[in-house]
Nanobody, 115 residues
Framework: QVQLVESGGGLVQPGGSLRLSCVASRSLFSCNTVGWYRQAPGKQRDLVAVITSGGTTNYPNSVKGRFTVSGDNARKMVYLQMNSLKPEDTAVYFC?????????WGKGTLVTVSS
């Protein structure tokens, strides 16, 4: 249905920045929700950011003010700008689309925040 491919992960020092990208095989305009999740080893997968088709965004308190989600006009690319990174941000980050009641995920990209 929808293929998602993330990129941009890597090793960054605390306080640094990374920009993650998600490329979709088709427009994500029809997704009920589009966003980013992250999962650390031994932890559950948590919501990081959501963007609606109208451009409204939402973030949990853990990243609010530091992360920004955006998309291109065609909704075939979604971005996550991460600033002021902390060690607790270390996780595999996944692009996500909820479409027709089904969840579609990318394979994830690893972000490691360490000095």
């Amino acid at each position: 249905q929808v293929q998602l491919v993330e990129s941009g992960g890597g090793l960054v020092q605390p306080g640094g920045s990374l920009r993650l990208s998600c490329v979709a095989s088709r427009s994500l305009f029809s997704c009920n929700t589009v966003g980013w999740y992250r999962q650390a080893p031994g932890k559950q997968r948590d919501l990081v950011a959501v963007i609606t088709s109208g451009g409204t965004t939402n973030y949990p308190n853990s990243v609010k003010g530091r992360f920004t989600v955006s998309g291109d006009n065609a909704r075939k690319m979604v971005y996550l700008q991460m600033n002021s990174l902390k060690p607790e941000d270390t996780a595999v980050y996944f692009c996500h689309c909820l479409y027709n009641g089904m969840n579609f995920w990318g394979k994830g990209t690893l972000v490691t925040v360490s000095s």
